[in-house]
């Protein structure tokens, strides 16, 4: 249901949000040197390669990350990696604040692992970076990868090396549904907690249709955390890209998902459902300020600037929108985006929204008052 294009999945009334984007996280326009997003105060996200061995459609790299298409050209890493690794690395020693690298592309797994090996032996040399984390799908997708000996020997070396200097590394993967927890995935990851990887976590993404029940997520945390000693880390809800609506959540859904989640799992292995709100970063799905659900629009804020807003005195007191897809908002709030002519018209009407969901949870906060006295 998520790697398939299919025509027949898709919605033919909001096929895309009119704020969808291919880059919506504004990855690139981060980018510290290239392939290298500064998004976070102390962490980054180091892309060494823009292949994957699994093509998501709801992928959130979708900009960068599969070749271009016959309709679509996409971003490309333009230096040779041994540039883009070195210029990466001269970063982060010019930077000591960050302490925190997700080595990610694409998909880690894609790299020869004497290329990967290398640059993590270098990351290692770095002081100052205490927690490493390699991004790679490849662990379900093709957990064979990751039992072969020469990779399980390589990843015992970078792992007894990282536990002498007191660095995390771990094993971020990406598994959305129960069935794809097979025994080869439960065996890829005992193999590399038998490296010496601290720990092996899950990233899913939590998609209409594939997993958007209590059943489907908890039966897939179970299977993960009781049978593959992979620990329930994350769901993201599926970022606002072209074509994803059909799998897109509200936000009042992915709130209703998490606490009906809540007390099954071990408290550290219950995950949390995440909103990555665009020019924000990663918020719990509880976390926004206000919440128009005629409208869709949730409000969010944050209390850390990114790399591209060291000049902007608004960026912590701004209120960040995210969107609900349409089709699930109700009568009214669908044909108010539907008399939307422009994207421009959408803002500026989207701040009208805003103060009017502001007063009205003003009027009901007095009102709440006034039934308290
Ligand atoms: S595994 Fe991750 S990087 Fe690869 S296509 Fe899927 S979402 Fe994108």
């Not at 996409?74 to 997700?102: F, T």
């Not at 599926?238 to 994803?244: E, F």
């Not at 944050?302 to 609900?324: G, M, Q, V």
Request: aromatic letters at 8%; one cysteine or more.
């Amino acid at each position: 249901r998520y790697m398939l294009p299919v025509a027949s999945d898709r919605r033919t009334d909001w096929p895309s949000h009119p704020f969808a984007a291919r880059d919506s996280l504004h990855e690139h326009d981060m980018w510290a040197v290239e392939g290298l997003t500064h998004r976070y105060p102390t962490k980054v996200l180091a892309e060494l390669l823009s292949t994957c061995p699994q093509y998501c459609g709801h992928c959130t790299r979708m900009d960068l990350v599969g070749n271009s298409t016959p309709t679509v050209d996409k971003r490309r890493l333009s230096l040779k990696p041994v540039d883009r690794q070195s210029a990466i690395l001269d970063y982060l020693r010019e930077h000591p604040g960050v302490r925190d690298v997700v080595v990610s592309g694409g998909d880690v797994a894609n790299l020869p692992w004497k290329h990967l090996e290398s640059f993590l032996d270098r990351l290692l040399d770095i002081e100052t970076i205490r927690d490493v984390r390699l991004a790679t799908k490849a662990l379900m997708g093709l957990p064979q990868h990751w039992l072969q000996d020469e990779i399980v020997e390589g990843m015992g070396r970078v792992a007894k090396r990282a536990a002498g200097q007191g660095v995390n590394l771990a094993i971020h993967t990406h598994i959305n549904h129960v069935n794809s927890v097979t025994p080869a995935v439960a065996a890829a990851a005992a193999a590399m907690l038998d490296a010496g990887v601290r720990d092996v976590r899950n990233q899913g993404v939590l998609m209409r249709g594939v997993n958007d029940t209590p059943e489907a997520l908890l039966d897939l945390c179970f299977a993960m955390q009781g049978e593959a000693n992979i620990l329930p880390y994350y769901f993201y809800m599926c970022d606002m890209i072209p074509n994803a609506e059909h799998w897109r959540t509200s936000v009042a859904q992915a709130q209703d998902l998490q606490t009906a989640i809540m007390g099954y799992l071990p408290g550290y292995a219950t995950p949390r459902i995440i909103c990555d709100v665009p020019m924000v970063g990663k918020r719990w799905v509880h976390q926004l300020s206000e919440y128009d659900r005629e409208l869709g629009i949730s409000y969010w804020t944050k209390n850390y600037r990114t790399s591209i807003e060291a000049e902007d005195p608004d960026a912590l007191t701004r209120r960040y929108p995210f969107y609900d897809p349409i089709d699930t908002l109700p009568k009214a709030g669908q044909e108010w985006w539907r008399n939307m002519k422009s994207p421009e018209r959408v803002r500026a009407d989207g701040d009208e929204a805003a103060a009017r969901s502001r007063e009205a949870s003003e009027r009901q906060a007095s009102s709440s008052a006034d039934a308290g006295a």
